[in-house]
């Protein structure tokens, strides 16, 4: 495998989307970028959960040999769809994206919580798969690698509906997709789903047109259960099991089995259903994870099974700016059944580790860019990106140029960031800039999606922050703190997270203290409960140019 660390999916240091930009550039510089948090340690022979802090849901892995390959959800960040490497399942890199290539997807003009929705990889006969839904741009499709850092192919589209597909390869090599779509006739109620099987022909690459109704509803149809989704099929032993979720991606979710002596069913569900939630646990007990759901499961060597899913960590209520991470655990077997919990115990924060060789996992906790290399693969934007570059990695510097287009748009705003991956945390820059006319700004966006971000930066003779909660709001957001500035030169300038409260903090070329721009911020309405629950706050250089 050649781990690709470093490549940036889709040219993303050069991409952008001019989206009309203004005739004259203005330009901002970046001189580095730097993240520090409050740092978990787990005790010897644990580990700290979540084991992919930040905003990562939907998780989905495969076993090839030593190695673990993972991907989660990116909706319409680009590139989408990271691939994740560990080899003892608690540390993990990223080493490519699927999505990298600007003609590969067109996520051009779609909301933040469309786009690419719960992919899930499967490895056959030395070739990786992945099947995903791209809401609102294309429907279901396949891509395929032979080396999981990529290159990925073109999507080839499949003809079925639905959402949330996994790919399923029998011993003979027939292939079968399990997804998610409408129940047979007209739903009885909001959330009615059905999960569907479709034999799939991975030569030819298309659906044979058949499909098997596999359950329609959920574990106890009298109690008309929501969002069945999430399907895998295993087969282990002489039975197949079903893994779904149900009850919806926030605080009623859940993770269920069935079990079934043909492929195509009936399956049954567990005795013991659901095998992991936290719904029925203490609202006001300490360190809590909610949200539990969407999982898969994998089997070591050693026979063990441990699985990954998505939950939340919410500071307040359900309240996150992180957005759905990924959690591990153990799965334990018992008279044929696998489960996660049992009914009623919390996700344990640091758990067993399982006896795996140590993997290198990368330095999410602090890290420091100093735009010396190409933007790795942690990098994120908005979007496709167009024709026209928004940003360079040019003379150690990250110059992006300011465009029209604000973070509350539908087009692409001149931004690249990274996941905020713990409640307290901060995010620094030293910024050069200029601006040249009223509305000219540059400095850090933290964005949720287009109605809930905050931007801290520079204009014309003072740092500003301005917050966005809603849509009736100015799409830049509006102004809630100023300080005014005693030069021209460069910046430095501070954004610090705890919870639910912001600090926005700058200081001049050759000042030796931080100041304070404002009071404390309340940025709970940017949680992500807010906001659609699919994703999470990404952060970094930003430039806004209104144009003449």
Request: a negative charge; hydrophobic letters at 40%; glycine letters at 12%.
């Amino acid at each position: 495998m050649r781990l690709k660390a470093g490549m940036l999916a889709g040219a993303l240091v050069l991409a952008g989307s001019a989206q009309g930009a203004a005739a004259r550039d203005v330009v901002a510089s970046f001189d580095w970028l730097a993240y520090e948090s409050a740092e978990v340690k787990a005790p010897e022979g644990r580990y700290a959960n979540p084991v992919i802090p930040g905003f990562h849901p939907d998780p989905s892995i495969v076993r090839v040999g030593k190695d673990f390959y993972g991907v989660t959800s990116t909706f319409s960040w680009y590139p989408g769809l990271p691939i994740l490497h560990s080899t003892d399942l608690v540390n993990w890199r990223i080493i490519g994206n699927a999505i990298d290539r600007p003609g590969m997807l067109d996520f051009s003009g779609i909301g933040t919580n469309r786009g690419l929705f719960a992919p899930a990889i499967t490895h056959h006969n030395g070739r990786f798969w992945i099947v995903n839904t791209c809401i609102e741009c294309g429907g279901n499709f396949v891509i395929t690698a032979e080396d999981p850092a990529g290159p990925w192919s073109d999507p080839v589209w499949l003809d079925f509906g639905g959402i949330d597909p996994s790919l399923h390869f029998e011993a003979d090599g027939t292939a079968w997709i399990v997804y998610n779509d409408a129940p047979p006739g007209l739903a009885e109620y909001e959330g009615h789903r059905a999960l569907w099987l479709q034999q799939f022909d991975p030569v030819a690459m298309t659906m044979l047109p058949k499909r098997i109704l596999l359950r329609d509803k959920g574990v106890d149809p009298a109690t008309k259960p929501i969002w069945a989704e999430g399907p895998h099929i295993y087969k282990v032993g002489e039975w197949y099991y079903l893994l779904t979720a149900e009850g919806g991606t926030a605080d009623q979710h859940s993770q269920t089995i069935y079990r079934s002596r043909g492929l195509q069913g009936p399956y049954v569900p567990g005795p013991n259903n659901p095998i992991l939630t936290q719904r029925d646990l203490p609202a006001g007990r300490p360190d809590r994870i909610e949200a539990t759901g969407h999982a898969d499961i994998v089997q070591l060597d050693d026979g063990s099974w441990w699985g990954v899913f998505l939950a939340t960590r919410p500071f307040a209520g359900q309240s996150t700016l992180l957005g759905r991470e990924t959690f591990l655990l153990p799965v334990t077997w018992k008279d044929g059944w696998p489960r996660f919990l049992d009914r009623g115990a919390p996700v344990p924060l640091t758990p067993t580790a399982p006896q795996l060789p140590a993997s290198a996992g990368a330095a999410w906790d602090n890290w420091r860019e100093e735009f010396a290399a190409p933007l790795s693969n942690e990098w994120l934007a908005l979007r496709t990106p167009g024709a026209a570059a928004q940003w360079a990695v040019k003379g150690g510097a990250l110059e992006v140029t300011a465009g029209p287009a604000a973070p509350g748009g539908m087009a692409r705003p001149a931004f690249t960031g990274r996941r905020l991956r713990h409640h307290k945390a901060s995010f620094a820059t030293r910024l050069d800039f200029t601006p040249e006319r009223r509305g000219d700004f540059a400095g850090l966006l933290a964005f949720m999606d287009e109605t809930h971000f905050l931007a801290a930066g520079k204009e014309q003779g003072r740092i500003v922050v301005r917050l966005r909660t809603g849509p009736s709001d100015w799409a830049g957001g509006n102004e809630v703190a100023s300080s005014p500035l005693a030069t021209t030169g460069p910046v430095e300038l501070k954004l610090s997270l705890d919870g639910g409260a912001a600090e926005v903090f700058f200081r001049e070329e050759g000042g030796a203290a931080w100041r304070r721009v404002g009071g404390p911020i309340n940025v709970e309405p940017l949680a992500s409960v807010h906001a659609g629950l699919f994703t999470g706050l990404v952060v970094g250089p930003y430039a806004y140019s209104p144009g003449p």
